[in-house]
């Protein structure tokens, strides 16, 4: 079963894509947006499909 994806989930996210990416990566991708996203406990553990359809319904592409 697919978790809830929320608005405070989708802020969050967007957030996180938004941010800086970690120490010797040029850019966010899904999955590795989805290793980060596991390592926060009040974010549910969400997929890098998932991930992507958030942020394409957003109009959001990580650069």
């Known amino acids: 079963m697919e978790p809830t994806v929320?608005?405070?989930v989708e802020a969050r996210l967007?957030?996180?894509?938004?941010?800086?990416p970690p120490e010797g990566k040029d850019r966010w991708s899904?999955?590795?947006?989805?290793?980060?996203?596991?390592?926060?406990?009040?974010?549910?553990?969400?997929?890098?499909?998932?991930?992507g359809r958030v942020l394409k319904k957003r109009n959001f592409a990580p650069t």
């Open 30 to 51: 899904l999955r590795l947006l989805e290793k980060h996203v596991a390592l926060i406990e009040d974010i549910p553990d969400l997929d890098h499909s998932t991930i």
């Open 14 to 20: 967007i957030a996180l894509a938004c941010s800086a």
């Open 6 to 8: 929320t608005g405070e």
